[in-house]
């Protein structure tokens, strides 16, 4: 590689104008994100190019540059850390080896970076399209599945799930030998996979499934008779008993779904077996639904690692947050033969290119247009009647592939007709000459010929609903979860849980229907094209010179054909001929105004604006009805300009600061002579009446000795005794160690607060069992708060339900992992088990965490009842700062014995200057800390059992 992607070069770029260093994809990483802190809009970057150009290498070259410009240390850096990792997990899963490149990514990944207003970044979320399900089924001559297959083979579970010889299983369409770092790479993904914290038996899950699928390509078929005949499975028995086994199916009722076509027809149920070649698509669409629900499933769990909270909380809204888009998707391709799959991309490519054209020729050639500006017309090429003959309706090549599929009798030859008849009025498709199934298309990038074999098969992707039901029903917890989670219209999985709920509502979700590859895939591209026009877009073009993989090999012609195609030859010509930058009059006076008018002025105008950029001394710029037409160039010149300005604020700042330093130096020197003064005024008036003292001591000591000579005898003083030690009971000793072991253990770890060490709104003190219920009791279904427990070293988890409330206690294993009592999920943190019973339910009757109960609030000031548990000298949220002696806990909130009656905190227990937070009509009445119940008989109460503790 290339020494240009060091440190040292990254640094050269931070915050460098454009003409300071030669064009870099750091360069674009620094526009990205000083546009997204100047502007506020949110940023992209496309990163685009055929295949095996580098893109993949790019995106992530961006991604750390742009962690690296927000300068938030430890923190960005962790965060970089943590997509460095979990990306050995994506590729392995989506990516493969094609002819054109060793490590194509078979999806398309859109990266987005979420920052807060101080530009400070908050976490990350990873959204997948158009993975290639098809290629676990099949691969093109030269080509190999996913990387992950072949991994499996160094796994320790390899030998019991029976993966031996990489050369016995149907679906390598190639058998070759492993590749030679496969070890390495195996160990490289079960790294990636502790990294987003699956569990063991979640991650012994994967392996199952991979295994399984592998397995199903095993299963064969054959005719009874004839070709016309039913399927009947020709391979052994153990086939598709190991490969249920593996995927935790029932083997008599998947093997009823791989033959049998069960359908009801007004009313009466149809049972009708499958042709051979009908069979094998049941298997394959069953293989494919599985793998690439999976694969959706794992990305869900990648984001709740890059943005734990942050995507998914319901506390923080996500339009806090500014975004930065990396997009990172497959190239265009050309094969010997193309198929459904290649169609789909290039059509992507296709419109990736439109949205080039839109953003660099049609919009900035229109805005000219209507400002009056008199610019160059630069005529390129327009691909948007190419893009009108895929997706118009009713006549469009995917609105037919659509129309064809639902006829059952339809073949991909009578498509092929169909496409002949109908696409007539474009030049951009062409007819194949022979009766073949084959047609030709014009895309920007050249012809290509596409084989429209499979069309029709893999367009409907159906998977029959005995096989849904089936899948739902399984004991691999992984295949249950993904079948039983909701499926959005571009198919990604929306929610799971990993929960034993699993297993409710099989019908609904088999019964849904299910939309068609096509449909799935236009919708997909619709969403990612409307967010990226959202954003300011910035592009990297890959440009790959040569065909064959070479080092040290530059092909002109092709690298020639490719700067033609992409149009980066119009690029060049139209932004050296227009004007990159079109502010409009108000923040073009407001970011150069000062320039001509200093630091007033008022009107923003085309004679204002013009008068500034006369007193610049530039040269050909315009002016427009609304706008300013720059050059790029003109923004570094007046940004130049502007900086003596703001060198001469910091000279000003330095004088004003050092007068008011020595102001206050001579203000604190007088202080101090006063102080001096009345000190020597003290210490005389203390040394006065120490003579005194000891002139009176004199007095008596003589009077004493007077009456020693008379023998008069003076009554000894006594004392009193000290007051004996008080006996604290067992009650207050299990309170003292409870407060102890939350300010030595988990406080340092953050339980209960938020990062600036302020107490969430859902976490309570040392309150009891009843004055728990006494505070959700007049709130809403589903509203919750934690509690220290009194009597052992943990939390309880208290919520409304409908009739009452619940309590759950909250464990914590031997390595610090907490869970509810007989509540499978276990987390690393307090408030990481808050946030996912937020979003996933507790239990079978469907209990969810909704709204947290926050502290009560009393003549608008909020009281909080957890002062016991906060270090000496702190308020605990955000108000004023009350002190307390190091060895004095501050004292708990008082209230009268009636729940409705006014309470008079004690002394410091109100925190001055606190928002009124939760203060809503009807709040709950403040907490009695004055009394607490006792068990009958005045006894403590019993200990609690720790029978039900969770095993981890």
């Known amino acids: 590689m290339l020494p240009i992607y060091k440190p040292e070069t990254a640094r050269k770029y931070d915050g460098a104008t454009k003409s300071m260093n030669a064009p870099h994809i750091f360069a674009i990483a620094d526009q990205a994100f000083t546009g997204l802190m100047k502007t506020g809009k949110a940023q992209c970057a496309v990163v685009s190019g055929e295949s095996g150009a580098g893109k993949t290498e790019s995106a992530k070259h961006i991604i750390s540059q742009i962690i690296s410009l927000c300068h938030t240390g430890s923190e960005g850096k962790s965060l970089e850390d943590k997509i460095i990792k979990v990306n050995p997990l994506l590729e392995a899963f989506g990516n493969a080896k094609t002819v054109m490149n060793n490590n194509s990514s078979r999806f398309g990944k859109y990266t987005e970076l979420k920052f807060d207003k101080r530009g400070a970044i908050e976490g990350a979320q990873i959204s997948e399209y158009l993975l290639e399900k098809s290629r676990v089924v099949r691969q093109n001559e030269g080509e190999r599945n996913f990387h992950v297959f072949y991994y499996m083979f160094a796994s320790k579970?390899?030998?019991?799930?029976?993966?031996?010889?990489?050369?016995?299983?149907?679906?390598?369409?190639?058998?070759?030998?492993?590749?030679?770092?496969?070890?390495?790479?195996?160990?490289?993904?079960?790294?990636?996979?502790?990294?987003?914290?699956?569990?063991?038996?979640?991650?012994?899950?994967?392996?199952?499934?991979?295994?399984?699928l592998l397995q199903f390509g095993n299963l064969l078929y054959d005719a009874v008779y004839g070709d016309r005949d039913p399927a009947q499975i020709s391979s052994g028995p153990e086939v598709l008993t190991t490969a249920c086994k593996l995927l935790g199916l029932d083997e008599a009722e998947t093997l009823e779904g791989l033959l049998w076509e069960n359908s009801t027809v007004r009313g009466e149920k149809i049972r009708k077996p499958y042709l051979v070649e009908k069979a094998y698509d049941v298997r394959d669409a069953l293989v494919k639904t599985i793998y690439g629900r999976m694969f959706g499933w794992i990305c869900s769990h990648v984001n709740e690692v890059l943005a734990p909270g942050l995507a998914f909380s319901n506390q923080v809204s996500t339009q806090k947050y500014q975004e930065i888009g990396i997009l990172d998707?497959?190239?265009?391709?050309?094969?010997?033969?193309?198929?459904?799959?290649?169609?789909?991309?290039?059509?992507?490519?296709?419109?990736?290119?439109?949205?080039?054209?839109?953003?660099?020729?049609?919009?900035?050639?229109?805005?000219?247009?209507?400002?009056?500006v008199d610019a160059a017309q630069v005529k390129y090429e327009d691909n948007g009647a190419l893009l009108a003959m895929f997706m118009e309706k009713p006549i469009g090549i995917f609105s037919l592939l659509d129309e064809e599929s639902r006829f059952p009798k339809a073949t991909d030859a009578t498509l092929v007709q169909k496409y002949n008849t109908q696409i007539t009025q474009t030049t951009y498709y062409i007819k194949k000459r022979t009766n073949e199934p084959k047609f030709s298309v014009k895309h920007y990038a050249g012809l290509v010929e596409y084989d429209s074999e499979g069309f029709l098969e893999k367009n409907r992707d159906t998977l029959a609903g005995a096989l849904v039901m089936c899948c739902e029903r399984s004991t691999n917890g992984l295949v249950a979860d993904i079948f039983n989670a909701d499926i959005s219209d571009t198919g990604a999985v929306l929610n799971s849980s990993r929960g034993p709920q699993i297993m409710k509502m099989q019908q609904q979700s088999s019964k849904k229907k299910t939309a068609t590859i096509s449909a799935q895939f236009t919708t997909s591209l619709a969403v990612l094209m409307k967010k990226m026009f959202a954003c300011q877009a910035h592009f990297v073009r890959c440009i790959k010179p040569n065909t064959n993989q070479a080092a040290r090999n530059f092909v002109p012609e092709f690298v020639n054909d490719q700067l033609r195609y992409t149009g980066m030859l119009e690029t060049c010509r139209i932004r050296r001929e227009g004007y990159s930058y079109r502010p409009n009059f108000e923040l073009f006076m407001e970011r150069f105004g000062l320039l001509a008018y200093g630091p007033m002025h008022d009107t923003a105008d085309s004679t204002t604006c013009s008068k500034v950029m006369s007193v610049s001394g530039l040269k050909g710029w315009l002016i427009g009805r609304t706008k300013v037409f720059l050059k790029y160039w003109h923004v570094e010149k007046l940004d130049a300009q502007l900086q003596k300005f703001e060198d001469a604020a910091v000279i000003l700042q330095k004088w004003a600061k050092g007068f008011l330093a020595r102001r206050l130096k001579r203000r604190l020197l007088l202080k101090a002579k006063e102080n001096d003064r009345l000190a020597f005024d003290f210490m005389a008036t203390i040394s006065g009446i120490s003579d005194d003292i000891y002139r009176k001591l004199g007095v008596k000591n003589k009077e004493d000795a007077d009456r020693k000579r008379k023998g008069i005898s003076l009554k000894p003083a006594t004392r009193k005794a000290p007051p004996p030690p008080v006996q604290k009971s067992e009650i207050e000793l299990k309170r003292e160690a409870s407060i102890n072991w939350y300010k030595e253990k988990e406080s340092p770890r953050g339980a209960g607060t938020d990062p600036y060490g302020n107490f969430l709104p859902w976490f309570h003190g040392l309150i009891n069992r009843k004055e728990a219920e006494r505070l959700l009791e007049p709130r809403k279904v589903g509203c919750f708060l934690v509690r220290v427990s009194e009597n052992r070293l943990g939390y309880t988890l208290s919520y409304r339900t409908k009739n009452r409330c619940k309590h759950f206690m909250v464990e914590q294993d031997n390595r610090g992992r907490y869970a509810l009592v007989g509540v499978e999920k276990i987390c690393h943190g307090l408030n990481e088990l808050v946030n996912w019973f937020q979003r996933n339910r507790i239990n079978e009757e469907g209990d969810m965490l909704r709204e947290a109960c926050g502290q009560e609030i009393i003549d608008g000031e909020?009281?909080?009842?957890?002062?016991?548990?906060?270090?000496?000298?702190?308020?605990?949220?955000?108000?004023?700062?009350?002190?307390y002696g190091d060895d004095?806990?501050?004292?708990?909130?008082?209230?009268?014995?009636?729940?409705?009656?006014?309470?008079?905190?004690?002394?410091?227990?109100?925190?001055?200057?606190?928002?009124?937070?939760?203060?809503?009509?009807?709040?709950?009445?403040?907490?009695?800390?004055?009394?607490?119940?006792?068990?009958?008989?005045?006894?403590?109460?019993?200990?609690?059992?720790?029978?039900?503790?969770?095993?981890?």
Not at 159 to 180: E, I, Q
Not at 185 to 210: C, K, P, R, T, W
Not at 332 to 360: G, M, P, Y
């Open 157 to 212: 579970h390899a030998a019991n799930h029976g993966l031996r010889d990489v050369g016995s299983f149907g679906y390598f369409s190639s058998p070759s030998a492993l590749p030679k770092s496969n070890q390495a790479m195996y160990q490289e993904l079960a790294e990636a996979l502790n990294v987003v914290s699956f569990s063991g038996d979640e991650i012994e899950n994967i392996h199952a499934v991979l295994a399984g």
């Open 888 to 952: 004095v806990a501050p004292p708990p909130v008082r209230r009268t014995s009636k729940p409705g009656a006014a309470a008079v905190p004690a002394s410091g227990t109100r925190i001055a200057g606190r928002a009124k937070r939760n203060s809503t009509e009807g709040a709950p009445p403040p907490v009695s800390r004055s009394s607490k119940p006792a068990s009958s008989g005045g006894a403590p109460p019993p200990p609690v059992s720790r029978g039900n503790k969770p095993r981890f």
């Open 329 to 372: 998707i497959f190239g265009f391709e050309n094969f010997a033969r193309n198929s459904f799959e290649q169609l789909c991309i290039n059509v992507t490519n296709e419109q990736l290119q439109n949205f080039f054209n839109k953003h660099i020729f049609e919009n900035e050639l229109a805005e000219y247009r209507k400002e009056g």
């Open 862 to 883: 909020e009281q909080c009842n957890y002062g016991e548990l906060l270090p000496a000298g702190k308020s605990g949220i955000g108000g004023g700062i009350t002190s």
